[in-house]
Structure formats: structure tokens, C-alpha cells
């Protein structure tokens, strides 16, 4: 099976660095990403913690410049916004982009501040329970795809005789995609089992990032594991990794505008890229790059998102179009 190839157009850079990367230029980097031959353009998400182009509107104006390209998000949390509005919303966009939508989800996360509205507070969401939302919201949103007439009762949900008749484009339901990250933090064993069995129950893709190929390969093996014990074939699974990288045949010029990206993406104030997870990630040339990706496929990935750690999107694409896409194409 040929690598799944697609681009992260960064949502986010028109907010960060304006002068350099506008909306217009973001919808003209879909443009050329579909006019390239990669799979699929994406955008991230966020309330307003880390302010960016709403995902659902981007995606629309997207899929009004492309044809071809699937359409995906890198991840939506899900648990910020009401259900069935976003099942349907959903629905909507993959009848406007004639069925080339990957629904890619997270159940989010948040350090909470004292005094300060967080985005889950803003969206009356409770970030404890957001696991449980999150697991009932998967199983609704494809009921809700079915067109089917149906009831529900959740510990979060509750629906009687609830149909809707608008049904996404795609035959078999647009693909989804949960995005989760075992290898972060100390999580038990129960936790990452019950993140992989939410993947086997309801997905068709995983996809993780800062992780190392082993940490990827370990997570992609529990994952297998779980599969075969729910009797599905893990094959229908696509394992995936999001990718942060900035190309620069000089290596320290790479990193020292890395570690500036991200603490401006993530109002961090790490002192290099070894302080942060994002650190995983290749910034350097396109050869290391290219290691990097091999990397991770001999640990089992079968689809990347890269997403550009640099204000000038388009010559970071250019770089990598060039340089390290014909390593994986032939």
C-alpha cells in the first residue's frame, strides 16, 4: 500500500505572522498542495486558547478551490461542541466537498488556570468527563449518519426518536480518524487500553504525534492487540503520524526557528527543541527529513500530515515537495 501523504495548511500562521501568510495565500497552499498530487489537505483546531480559522468554515472555502484532495481535521475536539450540530455540520461539509471528508477527533485536553475561562468552561463542556462525551459522541454522530430513526440513552446524551435525513456523501460514511497520544504523560494501563479500544471500536484511522518510532511502534502494537482481541483486523486501521518539520540544509538555523515557532504556537518559552515533545519531529535537512519518515514507517505508519514549523508555509512546501516526497514516490 503506497504512503498516505497530506499537508497541515496551519490555520493558525494567518493569525501568528499575518505579513507573511495570509487566508489567501493559506487557500492558495490547498491549491498547490492538490495541484502537487498529495492526498489530503488539513487544518487543526482550537477555541481560543490557540486562535486560528475555524476549521468547518476553512474546510468549506477549501473544498470550493479543490477538487480532488481529501479534506480532513487534525483534530477537532470534539467534546467542545454539541453533538448532533456537529455530526450534521459534518454531513454538510462532505456533500459540499462530494465526499472527500476524513473526520479526524481528540477528546482534547487543558491545564485549567485559576481565573481564567477555559475553553472547555466557554463551550459548558466538563473536562473531567470529556473520555465519556467523547466515546458517546463517536457512536451518535454515525447514528445520526444513518438516517435511521433511533433512541439514546448515555450517561451524556439522550435521545428519543431522533432521525435526520441529511446524510454525508460518501456511501460507507466519511472515515474517521481518532487522534490520541498514549506515550505523553504516565498513563496507566487501563487508560491506554481504553484509548486504543475506542480506536478498534470506532475508527478507521490513529493518529498521534511528538512520539518517537518506538514510541509510535508501541502504541501501534497495543493498538493491533486490541484489535485482534475485538475480532477486527487491524488492517483496517490506518495507523498515522502528524509531523512537525522545517527544512534548512543548515541544521541549526532549522532548529533555532523551530523552537521559535512553537513557543509562539504554543506560548511556550522553551529554550531549544531537546526541551520540548515537538523536539521528536525533523528540523534540519531534507535528508533528515526523509530518516525521520522511514523512521516511522519501519515502526508501522502508513499516513503523515505535515505540518510546517515556519511563518513562509509555501516554500517550506516547495522544500519538501522537492526534496523529500520523491524519497516515498515513485
Known sequence: MPLHFGINVNTRVP???????????????????????????????????????EAFTTLAAIAARTERVQLGTAALIAPLRNTVWLALSWATLDRLAAGRTILGVCVGAETPVPGVTGEFEAAGADLKTRGQVFTEQLDLIHRLWSTERFDYEGKHHTLHGVQSNLRPMQDAMPPVWIASNPHIGDLSPRLRARMAQRVVAHADGWMTCTASPEEFHTGWSELQEHARAADRDPATIIPAYQMLCHIDNNRAKARAVGVEFVNRYYHSTYGSLDEARWGEDPYGTAEDCVAAIRALVDAGCEGFVVRFAAPDQHEQLRRFTQDVLPAFRS
Not at 495570509?22 to 487544518?43: C, I, K, P, Q, R
Open 15 to 53: 493569525i501568528l505572522y499575518p505579513e507573511v501568510y495570509s487566508e489567501s495565500d493559506l487557500l492558495a497552499l490547498a491549491e498547490t498542495v492538490e495541484a502537487e498530487g498529495y492526498d489530503s489537505v488539513w487544518v487543526g483546531d482550537s477555541m481560543f486558547q490557540k486562535s486560528r480559522l
